[in-house]
Structures are given as structure tokens and as C-alpha cells.
């Protein structure tokens, strides 16, 4: 039930916030988060850091409810973000504003047992991912092959402190 009032809400601030006649350049950008998101699915599919919860219905799993935020909820999000993006100082607390959201959104869900915690991942490392996150979000947005290039070493490091070694996996 949570899950359909979330994509209403953000239905609804698709309609009250997104330029959809802007829709194409934010695309690559939300194209890209896509590609993340679903990497990290495979890369870490027996091992997951973080994993969503239904705790109404039992056929509602991860899966179902990452595709939900990953094809619906957060492409409205980062059209949202990029199009009121501000110049100057003002960028830094918006971000601080959206990197807070997020993180109080995930420990809301935490603490409703619609999110969980895994193999070391704690409210901290969330933080630490949505400051990522959002700058990678605006990187990209501005010069892709940066944010490519940037998100290399930061997989790589998300590796080494995450993935289980290969004797784990036995």
C-alpha cells in the first residue's frame, strides 16, 4: 500500500514540478542513474548493502519495488533536481536540502522496516551515497563523460569495502 501512495505523491510532483518540455535533457542523465542502479543490482544481487521491504504483501519483493523507484520515483526526482538546480552559493545548500530528504526519507523507511540495512551498510553510508549520488547526478548532467569517468574509481571503492571476497562467495 505504501508503494502506490509514493508513486501518487511523486505522480503528483511530476505534474506540479517537472518542465516536462525539458524532458529530453535531463534523459541522458536519468539514463545514467538507471544504468547505476541496475549495475549495483547485479554487482551485489547476493549481496545486498540496502533492500527495500514489503511488509503488506508478501509477492511485493526488492525487485518489484527497485524497479518502482528506479523507472518511476527517482527519474521524476532527478528532473526535479536538475531543472531548480541554483547558480552561485545557493547550490550547496540545495544540495545539503536533497541529500538530507533522501537520507530522512531512507531512515523513515528504515525505522518502518520498509527499508534494511546489510553487510555493513548503516544510515551513515547512506549519507555518504546520496552526497555521491547527487553530485554525480549534476556532474553528469553538465559533462557525462566526467561523471563516467569519476564513477569508476567510486564502484571500485564501493567494491573494496563492501563486496565480499571471492572465498565468502563459496
Known amino acids: 500500500m505504501y508503494l502506490i501512495i509514493v508513486v501518487v505523491v511523486y505522480i503528483i510532483f511530476s505534474i506540479l514540478f517537472v518542465d516536462w518540455k525539458q524532458w529530453k535533457s535531463y534523459y541522458p542523465t536519468v539514463q545514467y542513474f538507471i544504468l547505476c542502479n541496475l549495475l ?24 518489484l ?6 523507472f518511476i520515483i527517482v527519474p521524476v526526482v532527478i528532473m526535479i533536481y536538475l531543472r531548480y538546480y541554483p547558480t552561485g552559493r545557493k547550490q550547496f ?5 536533497w541529500i538530507a530528504y533522501f537520507t530522512v526519507i531512507e531512515y523513515l523507511f528504515y525505522r518502518k522496516g520498509l527499508f534494511i540495512y546489510e553487510n555493513g551498510w548503516n544510515p551513515f553510508w547512506s549519507c555518504i551515497f546520496n552526497i555521491i549520488l547527487f553530485t554525480f547526478v549534476k556532474i553528469h548532467y553538465k559533462n557525462a563523460l566526467l561523471a563516467i569517468i569519476l564513477s569508476i574509481p567510486t564502484i571500485i571503492i564501493l567494491l573494496l569495502f563492501f563486496h565480499p571476497s571471492i572465498s565468502e562467495l563459496k
Open 40 to 63: 549495483y543490482n547485479f554487482v551485489f544481487y547476493n549481496h545486498t548493502l540496502w533492500k527495500y521491504e514489503a511488509i503488506t504483501v508478501s509477492w511485493l519483493n526488492h525487485t
Open 65 to 70: 519495488i527497485d524497479i518502482t523507484f528506479t
Open 93 to 97: 545548500l540545495y544540495m545539503a536540502i
